[in-house]
């Protein structure tokens, strides 16, 4: 019997407007996602359909579980829109299932079909029990849905739901630039970010020579896991060890966390703007540390106008957790290496920072030249699923 992959949108169902709009981003993204299969994709405007090859299936739907905007899918058998052909096949079909109880449910899209989609499941039902002893209804719990779509011209059976990741379509939305340290927290923000259609770069602050290339590469990774998602990632990586000596050599040490953060969100912003996003994305959560209590934000935050997204801002470090190793990159992110904001975290970093104090000692250098030098000598690298590039020597 032939098979195809019938997949089900997600939440996008819901926008009337720019429906068709989703609809081909999604097509897109599984085009680009399934490049190297031969399959043949059909887009409708509620549902899609793959043909594919049998021996691809497990890699294909590997693949589907990785791309926002799907809601449900199913393996399908695929039929004419003719009655007597759909009660054979859902009699084979449900051969496989003797000792069960079944339900059939119908919905019949082709309103042209001579039978209600009631009628179509009452005669299916019965030509089931006729032809299979063992077998009982049970329209409550059944162990086994027999779902039935009727369309124009082509039929469909499934009995099984995958559930695909929701969200919308990456590329539905703009760009954001998200800070990607190597830590638990911002990958994570990365994919909740994803998976609300925006189309993401990233930012590595690097201090060499107190960060190792080791840690280089651990934000390589994470950016790769976060690309199986997406397509390629670029990540922008910023050499930030001049400000940061400057900052220790200059400012008390309970804000040199502060600070140094300021002069994050002000990179942030202007790469940004030079590479068209719209939005800055980090793994921040409240309370977390002390350049994370509400007072701290607040003054960081003052450096721009930009909207920052923190999806992790409410959630439990177990909970980021959990997510983590959902998307498989829990482990890399656990590896050892030292990070810039680790190695020189003070005894005692203020947990009431006030905005005066930060303009009084940012007052003590140079800073807005030593950001444009950090953003002119930026190393960027595009990041994708299937590539390996990592760094032997420092470039
Ligand atoms: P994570 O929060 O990702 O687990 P972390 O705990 O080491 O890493 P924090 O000190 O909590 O990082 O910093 C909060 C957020 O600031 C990070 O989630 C990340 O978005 C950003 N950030 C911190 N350090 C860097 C860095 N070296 N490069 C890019 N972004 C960074
Ligand atoms: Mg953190």
Redesign the pocket.
Known sequence: MERVLLIKYGEMTTKKGNRNFFVNTLYNNIKDKLKDFDVKIIKEISRMFIEFHDEDLEKIKEKINHIFGIHTYHIAYIMNSNIDEITRKSIEIMQEYKQNTFKVETKRSDKQFPMKSMEVSQHIGSAILKNIKEIKVDVHNPDILLNIEIRPYKSYIYTKTYYGLGGYPVGTQAKGM??????????V?GYLTLKRGVVLEA????AIPHTSIEARNKVIELSRKLSQYTNKIKLHIIP?TNIQETIYKKIDPTYCITIMRRM?YRIMEKLAKKNQALIII???SIG??A??TLSSMSVINQVTNMPVIRPVACLDKLEIIDIAKKIDSYDI?ILPYE????IFVPKHPVINPTLEKCLEYEKKFDFISMIDEAINKELTIEIEEKKEEKFKDLL
């Open positions: 998200l800070m990607l340290s190597g830590g638990i927290d911002s990958p923000a930012v590595y602050f690097e930030f994050m980090n793994g921040e977390q540390v350049s994370q992110s990070d810039c904001c680790t």
